[in-house]
């Protein structure tokens, strides 16, 4: 895939960053939670400063799960220091384009194409891709800041690579934050 950067109007769409991501009350932080998290933040001042919107995708688990609303687990991160006028829009299953709402908003920002970046790498990132896709729309990942979970079978960095890899055969756009946020 050519070196293109994402559009002008590329939105910058947060997914499933949220304090039970970070905390370890419930279960294990991400892999590389304080990497991520600081990657986050400067992605998320990149895209202000280019003019991009931001959004916030959270989880809503079931009842009793971390991620359940009302739950501890549940916020965005506050350290992300999400701005008062940056929507969060919610979902129960992995694809954030589930919700209609963010698509109409997406739409809304005149864009073809956004910008992913959060958690889990192997369930809501992948299933968010799929779901960009199917609305037309183009897919930049930042490689190096979404993450997720050790599985069973495999540790967080491979399961992290191995996605990168299947989404650049996708036809997603790979890039990292510095060529991101290096540039402007």
């Known amino acids: ?3 293109i950067a994402p559009s002008a109007a590329a939105p910058l769409i947060v997914i499933d960053l949220q304090t039970g991501m970070f905390d370890g009350r419930f279960d294990p932080p991400i892999h590389d939670a304080d990497t991520i998290a600081e990657r986050a933040r400067k992605l998320i001042d990149w895209a202000r400063r280019s003019g991009r919107k931001v959004a916030f995708v ?3 688990g079931p009842q009793g799960d971390p ?5 501890s687990g549940w916020p965005v991160w506050p350290l992300l220091g999400q701005a008062a006028d940056e929507p969060t829009f919610g979902k129960r299953v992995g694809n954030a384009f589930s919700n209609p709402e963010l698509a109409e908003w997406v739409a809304g920002q005149g864009a073809k194409d956004v910008v992913l970046i959060g958690a889990q790498t192997d369930f809501c990132v992948a299933a968010t891709v799929k779901g960009a896709f199917a609305e037309g729309l183009a897919v930049t990942i930042v490689a190096d800041a ?3 979970l050790d599985s069973d079978k495999e540790k967080a960095p491979e ?7 299947a989404f650049a055969g996708q036809g997603v756009r790979l890039k990292t934050t510095a060529e991101l946020t290096d540039k402007g």
Not at 67 to 71: D, M, R, S, V, Y
Not at 159 to 165: F, T
């Open 146 to 148: 979404h993450s997720t």
């Open 58 to 60: 959270r989880h809503d």
């Open 67 to 71: 991620l359940a609303p009302g739950a």
């Open 1 to 3: 895939m050519p070196d």
């Open 159 to 165: 399961i992290i690579a191995r996605h990168n890899q």
